[in-house]
């Protein structure tokens, strides 16, 4: 029995090296960099045009998140990874050939589906790999790592990206994009499935129940099915108050970095006139500002952890919402090519921001509906993406990019500064009541639902 247990965490402990590569191959979208002007400038889309179908796709993101999510955790995340591989794959070819618009939906509706077969499910199964190693004090780290290792790869592919467009065109860089999924569709099959359910670890822990974790984050009843595992999922985050205002501010700044790094930097890089398919020259130019906000979320990723461990809990997101609002200050006020380098610094905090959240989210959930409740955290961001995209699209092509960027920043400053208030809040509260457990308590027990987890004192 014991050499059998054994063997399991060594293969267990294989999932970490893997999910580094699956997560590296993944990050090589090479269209990343150039897919709002390869419709802007080669399909003759305005940004209005392209930030409304990009509300649809996000929609589309919206209505599949937590669904997808409940697959990961009843059938198994390996699997809803390998899907997402497969889906990305297809929607990316699809998009190669996009001229028209019913085509060009069908492809982003795709794409939309293989974004939400991933999101949820790698967080959740590394975590619960950790969990069964006893190591969850790792998972930054491993978080960070992936990330990193995803947004390297996207370097890579933003470096190629521009020269490629001018030598051999939009559609063909594209479906480089789609190799990468397929391969990363076979990779994921290596992964092996930890433990999903909540009974699992209290066998082997049996003062932990899988009614509640010991943070005081109550547990849905199970419910057989899918829709079982949605509605578990909707109601942990439901019932804890301090989950559901968390996510609210982790995905707005999330989503208000992304609507700058991902939407409006590569129209506004052509505005200024570097157009990759002008020539090679201008491809090498295009590709080189762009990967300033590319390796800024290396960097930020990396650093999560030790963000993290170095300001705790409370104070691991606030400080970088201050921040990045100083940052959107300057393509603000100065309509000019040198603020890519500030975005570059923008970017690094989106890095940081999802390790960070994933990680305190994590730390108080079951494992039963881990997957579908992180789906919850892509959820909020897909609904904000929605919300904003078309607003700042409009607003472009109607004043300026100074007056976008002005925009987003109002909605950093104005919602997040409200969620970090009541989030705040509600975590001192958590805190509060934790102290008194403990102290009520003959044995101290940790706040979370398994032991390798922290302890209020670390905070």
């Not at 999101?119 to 960070?144: F, M, N, P």
């Not at 506004?268 to 800024?296: E, K, Q």
């Not at 892509?378 to 960027?405: K, R």
């Amino acid at each position: 029995m014991l050499a059998e247990s054994q063997q399991l965490r060594r293969r267990l402990a294989r999932n970490i090296p893997v999910y580094y590569l699956f997560y590296g191959v993944s990050g090589f979208l090479i269209w990343m960099p150039i897919w709002v002007i390869y419709l802007q400038d080669f399909r003759g889309m305005s940004l209005t045009q392209i930030g409304a179908i990009e509300s649809i796709f996000w929609i589309t993101v919206v209505t599949a998140e937590v669904p997808t999510g409940a697959v990961a955790d009843r059938w198994g995340r390996r699997i809803s990874l390998a899907l997402g591989g497969a889906l990305f794959c297809l929607g990316s070819v699809v998009f190669a050939f996009s001229s028209t618009f019913v085509v060009l939906l069908a492809a982003y509706v795709t794409i939309a589906v293989a974004m939400t077969m991933y999101s949820g499910a790698g967080h959740a199964l590394v975590y619960d790999t950790l969990r069964q190693l006893g190591r969850t004090r790792e998972y930054e780290k491993h978080i960070g790592r992936s990330e990193a290792l995803a947004f390297g790869s996207m370097l890579v592919a933003t470096l190629l990206g521009g020269p490629l467009v001018a030598l051999v065109g939009y559609s063909a860089t594209i479906l480089l994009g789609a190799v990468a999924m397929a391969a990363s569709c076979a990779v994921a099959l290596f992964l092996r499935e930890p433990p999903r359910s909540e009974a699992a670890f209290s066998t082997s822990r049996p003062s932990q129940t899988s009614q509640t974790s010991q943070n005081g984050v109550v547990a849905a009843e199970a419910t057989p099915g899918v829709f079982g595992n949605m509605l578990g999922g909707a109601l942990v985050v439901w019932r804890s108050k301090l989950l559901l205002w968390y996510i609210l501010f982790a995905t707005l700044i999330s989503g208000v970095i992304l609507a700058v790094t991902d939407f409006l930097l590569q129209p506004f890089v052509l505005h200024h006139g570097v157009d990759p398919a002008s020539g090679v020259d201008s491809g090498i130019a295009y590709s080189g500002l762009l990967m300033s906000p590319v390796a800024g979320m290396v960097v930020g990723s990396l650093l999560a952890a030790w963000i993290a461990s170095r300001l705790g809990e409370r104070r691991s997101l606030v400080v970088p919402l201050f921040a990045a609002a100083l940052v959107i200050l300057a393509p603000t006020l100065w309509d000019s090519l040198w603020v890519v380098g500030a975005i570059g610094v923008l970017a690094a905090i989106r890095g940081m921001t999802r390790p960070i959240a994933t990680g305190y989210i994590n730390r108080r959930i079951p494992s039963d509906q881990r997957a579908t409740v992180l789906s919850m955290f892509e959820l909020s961001a897909a609904l904000i993406l929605a919300i904003i995209l078309p607003q700042i699209g409009t607003v472009a092509d109607a004043v300026n990019f100074q007056a976008s960027f002005g925009l987003l920043l109002v909605i950093l400053v104005g919602a997040g500064g409200l969620f970090a208030v009541i989030w705040r809040m509600l975590h001192g509260r958590e805190q509060t009541r934790a102290a008194v457990r403990m102290n009520s308590s003959a044995k101290p027990q940790a706040m979370t639902a398994d032991s390798g987890n922290l302890t209020p004192s670390d905070r």
